[in-house]
Structure formats: structure tokens, C-alpha cells
Nanobody, 125 residues
Framework: QVHLVESGGGSVQAGGSLRLSCVDF????????LAWFRQALGKEREGVAY????????YYSESVEGRFTISRDSAEKTVYLQMNSLKPEDTGVYFC??????????????????WGQGIQVTVSS
């Protein structure tokens, strides 16, 4: 059963912007850690942004800090990733993920049990 559905990927030139969306059909009232991971070709999956639905606290990797913003619309049960000042090294498949009932102090992808299908983001130079 698919609980997370991403949309909004595509191709953009360096310096441009994209916004990814993820509808969370597995929403819980206890508070979840929702995150965006990405995986470039031949590389390991890395976490880029996390948000805890209980508090709204957000966390970012150093590589995207100041350029990406994660946010959540509680009413729409949707988490967003606004990506600005995109660079070619941001290219990859982006995944929405959820760690149900827990805060975001654990950031390893192995801790996340729910995953979306992934969506391609390509940034050209």
C-alpha cells in the first residue's frame, strides 16, 4: 500500500527553482518525521531535509542549507520541498519518506519505513 505520493519534479537550469510535493496518506496524529531524501546515479541515498509534524521543527543537510525549505500543510496532509538556487549536483531521484510516530533525531534512511516511489530532478549547467 502506497502511503506517500510525490509530484513536481522535472528539469531546470542551474540557478532555477522547483517545488516538490508529497501527499501523505499514512498520516498519524502522534507526530511523524517526514523527510526528503535524494539519490544520484551511483551514489548512496542521502537525507536533505526533515520536518517533525508534532512541532514543525525542520532540519537540513549542509549541502542544501539556505537553498531548500521543507514545509508542511497539515490540512492537506502534504509536505513540500522548495528548492532554490539549484545546482547540477542537486540532480537525482528525490524520495519522500516517513518515520511514523517519532521525531527527527534519527536521520538514517534505514530508520524510515514509508517511502514514496521517487521523482526525478535534473539540473543542467
Amino acid at each position: 500500500q502506497v502511503h506517500l505520493v510525490e509530484s513536481g519534479g522535472g528539469s531546470v537550469q542551474a540557478g532555477g527553482s522547483l517545488r516538490l510535493s508529497c501527499v501523505d496518506f499514512g498520516y498519524t496524529d502522534s507526530g511523524d518525521c517526514l523527510a526528503w531524501f535524494r539519490q544520484a546515479l551511483g551514489k548512496e541515498r542521502e537525507g536533505v531535509a526533515y520536518i517533525y509534524t508534532g512541532s514543525g521543527n525542520a532540519y537540513y543537510s549542509e549541502s542544501v542549507e539556505g537553498r531548500f525549505t521543507i514545509s508542511r500543510d497539515s490540512a492537506e496532509k502534504t509536505v513540500y520541498l522548495q528548492m532554490n538556487s539549484l545546482k547540477p549536483e542537486d540532480t537525482g531521484v528525490y524520495f519522500c519518506a516517513a518515520n511514523r510516530g517519532l521525531s527527527c533525531w534519527r536521520k538514517d534512511p534505514a530508520e524510515f519505513g514509508d517511502w514514496g516511489q521517487g521523482i526525478q530532478v535534473t539540473v543542467s549547467s
